[in-house]
């Protein structure tokens, strides 16, 4: 028996031949999807036990944020513009983070998790690069409102195992002097032994990585200026025992560049055997052409997380020579501190249109492509293509319903075009993940607090977090 018929509506498959059925419909049984095709025959064929009427909206694969910090939701719009990166890692991000109790990650997670599925994303994959591994009390906190909420979420690990030189220390010193209220952890904190990092890591993947469920545990090597090459390599061979992936930020600034010196990041990671379809790698900013053919030739996957890089000007990822050499890219929203929101889809739009003025070419990144990085090619970015990313029979059934009876979204000849140039988000009506409805009628499900009730709260933590972390 079918348990759900998804109907009257327009499939997006997002399949090999980006196939789209008009008043098409989709079955789903024990979280699966088990057909796809025209509302009628669907209709005739199967005896669901419910019925959820599309109502002429578009049926999509729920979408995919291949790169994420959950915690740093409280810290939007907290900071001045004009900051660059270390000023605002060292003297904003850290040290809110740090001051943060595991109660507030968890409400961080909860709000991170509202907004996500509100917007259609049904996976996300976390980078806790702020990971402190002698309190895990955050981390199962926040692990545990992602499994109440529904949502399929990959947990990146973060690994710091290399201390701080003098060189490092003196630029900590002189940055954090602009902002000396401010609680400064110090430049190495959060540095463990590589050994201990590389078995608590495999504690909680032991712990709590679901094999075909909703819940994953990767090693993330944080930053190649913090992670030694036996904690990545380490990090890799983990991937490789427990089908998973690891992800690292990656050439993400020019200081990157200047601190690796004549050797590039991407050439780094080839020669200590840490590129391949383990890896994925986030920002890829300061890359060069050569870095480029190693990553297609090697089969490893980047986050394109372009929001964020253009808060901070770190620089104009070469997205375009990356789709053209084959590289497999995903699109992130990275921090809300720095993007705003964790709508995916948004993204997408700013990706599509800011490289065409970019490279002065309108042919360049075109909507279909911006929407596969946020779909299929976000799965099999992140090891997914089988399961994730399209609607297809046999895959998991992450799915959104969006209403496209909007005016912004009037005329829509073509759906995929409208969604990505035209939606703002607020369209999502259903969203169900493995099958399970999540969200019905843009309400939470599984939400135990009324919504004004949760906001009011979030926003008073989020005061309380700045003020004792000393930033105005």
Request: charged residues 20%; proline residues 4%; contains cysteine.
């Amino acid at each position: 028996m079918t348990d759900i018929l998804i109907t009257n509506g327009t499939i997006i498959t997002q399949n090999e031949d980006r196939q789209i059925i008009t008043e098409g419909a989709v079955a789903v049984t024990d979280g699966r999807i088990t057909a796809v095709g025209s509302a009628d025959r669907l209709g005739a064929e199967t005896s669901p036990a419910r019925i959820i009427d599309a109502e002429r909206g578009a049926v999509i694969p729920g979408l995919i944020n291949a790169h994420t910090h959950v915690s740093d939701i409280f810290l939007r719009g907290t900071f001045a513009e004009g900051r660059g990166l270390y000023d605002w890692l060292f003297n904003v991000k850290q040290p809110a983070l740090f001051e943060m109790q595991p109660e507030e990650h968890a409400l961080a997670a909860r709000l991170y998790c509202i907004e996500a599925l509100r917007s259609g994303t049904t996976t996300f994959v976390e980078n806790d690069t702020a990971l402190d591994w002698t309190d895990l009390d955050p981390t199962r906190r926040k692990l545990d409102v992602y499994a109440e909420m529904g949502v399929r979420n990959i947990y990146g690990a973060g690994i710091r195992d290399l201390p701080p030189d003098e060189g490092f220390e003196q630029l900590f010193a002189d940055i954090t002097a602009h902002d000396p209220d401010s609680v400064h952890p110090g430049p190495g904190a959060l540095i463990v032994e590589t050994e201990d990092a590389l078995d608590n890591t495999t504690a909680l993947i032991e712990e709590f990585h679901s094999e075909g469920g909703r819940q994953s545990v990767w090693p993330a090597p944080a930053t190649l200026a913090t992670t030694t090459a036996d904690a990545l390599r380490g990090a890799y061979r983990l991937a490789e025992e427990y089908d998973v992936m690891t992800t690292t930020h990656v050439a993400e600034a020019k200081a990157e560049v200047r601190e690796r010196g004549a050797l590039s990041s991407i050439e780094y990671l080839r020669n200590i055997g840490c590129l391949g379809e383990r890896a994925l790698l986030g920002h890829c900013v300061q890359t060069n052409a050569r870095d480029i053919r190693l990553l297609a030739r090697t089969g490893t996957a980047v986050v394109h997380n372009y929001r964020a890089n253009m808060r901070l000007a770190t620089g104009f990822a070469p997205v375009a020579s990356m789709l053209d050499t084959g590289v497999l890219t995903a699109i992130g929203t990275d921090n809300s501190i720095l993007n705003d929101t964790s709508n995916v889809l948004s993204d997408a739009r700013a990706v599509a249109t800011a490289h065409k003025g970019y490279h002065q070419d309108p042919s360049i990144v075109p909507a279909q492509k911006a929407f596969d990085m946020v779909t299929c090619d976000a799965a099999a970015a992140i090891g997914h293509a089988d399961t994730l990313g399209s609607i297809e029979t046999g895959k998991q059934a992450d799915i959104a319903i969006i209403d496209l009876e909007q005016p912004h979204l009037t005329p829509a000849p073509d759906p995929v075009h409208a969604l990505v140039y035209g939606s703002q988000g607020s369209e999502v009506e259903t969203v169900l993940c493995a099958g399970t409805v999540v969200m019905n009628g843009r309400e939470i499900v599984r939400m135990k607090t009324p919504l004004p009730e949760l906001l009011t709260d979030a926003t008073a933590t989020a005061e309380r977090i700045l003020k004792r972390a000393g930033i105005e």
